[in-house]
């Protein structure tokens, strides 16, 4: 059975030290890992000025996107005329800016605010605060408002949608991964830690996570772990997954269930091509696009000894009037081509099915080296 691996970290003094080991014959993965982080303490901020010339150089080749909409009911009385992520902290800052002092202090300069909800005092604070701190090319926050275009008529459908809508302008970013963030979340963290586990594993996406206690907020989104360290699934509440429980002792690797901080890293071309092709419908990242994704990885792992034919279509090959289904495995020299023009045939356990006349090469079918259909 194939399953979906999943690295996990231990806080200590805030630092992720602890790499849990991963199967070395996963071949062709995508991996979805939790970085936990127990630091819940209030940022120290400074002059935008002064964090912006921290290490400027290192971790240039990540972006972060920011989402400062959020329309959580609980915070209404606060939101009537503003954003989630405009709302006042201490004397002249907004909840955003905890996050964005996060980035630099993390030596991320390079920050995308996406927004539409309420957007107009957030716009304001962001332009007034972050466009005369002396920023260059490789280093900038961007407010990128809301709009409709002649492609799209209509408002954003959800944060994952805002970034599909904006790709032409993010594919053009000098980065090779994004780091999504709620805009409107009160924390601080040190993001260079899921950073580094998110190129040491090569995963494609890396989830930051939380051990769940008895006392938690209900709208975690909702990780399921078996005891070998892998994700088995992702709930978008706790209503729709209620056996949480208390937490065992991480030395004991007994963990189940972890709470998602709605942080993950994303790599760049991933991002592209689960937006605009594998999840094209997706809307939101919580609760269709992680989850979407976890299944789609979890499809498409694969161990050395699962087949010696690679996934895609073999050296040599000739397809004609055929329609060639996902992670279809074609050896070489194969020839597809209906070569006794039948109409209507069905070999489901090979994976052969012919309508019409088209050859259908069903999902994880493997066609063997010199076939001819």
């Given at each position: ?120 005092s957030l716009n304001s604070h962001l332009t007034r605060t972050y466009s005369n701190v002396g920023l260059g090319k490789e280093e900038f926050l961007q407010v990128i408002a809301a709009c409709q275009s002649p492609e799209n008529q209509s408002w954003f459908q959800g944060n994952a949608d ?15 991964e994004f780091l999504i963030l709620p805009g409107y979340h009160l924390y601080r963290m040190d993001y260079q830690d899921i950073l580094q586990l998110h190129h040491e594993t090569r995963a494609d996406i890396t989830i930051s996570a939380l051990r769940l206690e008895e006392r938690h907020d ?156």
């Open positions: 059975m194939v399953t979906l691996e999943l690295a996990s970290v231990v806080p200590t003094n805030i630092k992720h030290t602890l790499l849990r080991s991963h199967h070395n014959e996963v071949r062709t993965r995508k991996k979805f890992l939790l970085s936990v982080c127990s630091s819940t303490t209030m940022p120290n901020f400074q002059q935008a000025d002064q964090l912006l010339s921290v290490s400027p150089q290192e971790n240039q080749s990540v972006a972060a996107i920011l989402f400062g909409n959020g329309s959580d009911c609980k915070l209404c009385p606060l939101m009537r005329r503003r954003s989630a992520g405009a709302i006042p902290l201490g004397a002249k800052y907004r909840l955003i800016d905890a996050v964005v002092s996060n980035c630099i202090n993390s030596n991320i300069t390079k920050l995308y605010a996406l927004t539409q909800f309420n957007s107009t805002a970034v599909r809508r904006f790709l032409w302008m993010l594919e053009e970013c000098p980065a090779t209900k709208g975690f989104g909702i990780l399921k772990v078996d005891s070998d360290n892998k994700v088995l699934e992702i709930f978008e509440n706790e209503t729709a997954f209620p056996l949480v429980g208390s937490v065992k002792n991480s030395e004991d690797n007994k963990h189940t269930t972890y709470a998602s901080m709605g942080i993950y890293v994303i790599s760049k071309d991933v991002m592209v091509n689960i937006l605009k092709e594998d999840l094209s419908w997706a809307n939101d990242f919580k609760s269709e696009v992680i989850p979407g994704a976890i299944s789609l990885g979890m499809k498409n792992m694969e161990t050395k000894t699962s087949s010696t034919i690679p996934t895609g279509i073999g050296q040599g090959s000739f397809i004609q009037k055929a329609i060639i289904d996902k992670n279809a495995r074609i050896g070489k020299r194969v020839m597809i081509i209906n070569n006794d023009n039948i109409q209507e045939g069905s070999r489901e356990d090979e994976g052969i099915v012919i309508r019409e006349g088209i050859v259908i090469v069903t999902r994880n079918a493997i066609v063997p080296d010199d076939t001819i259909l």
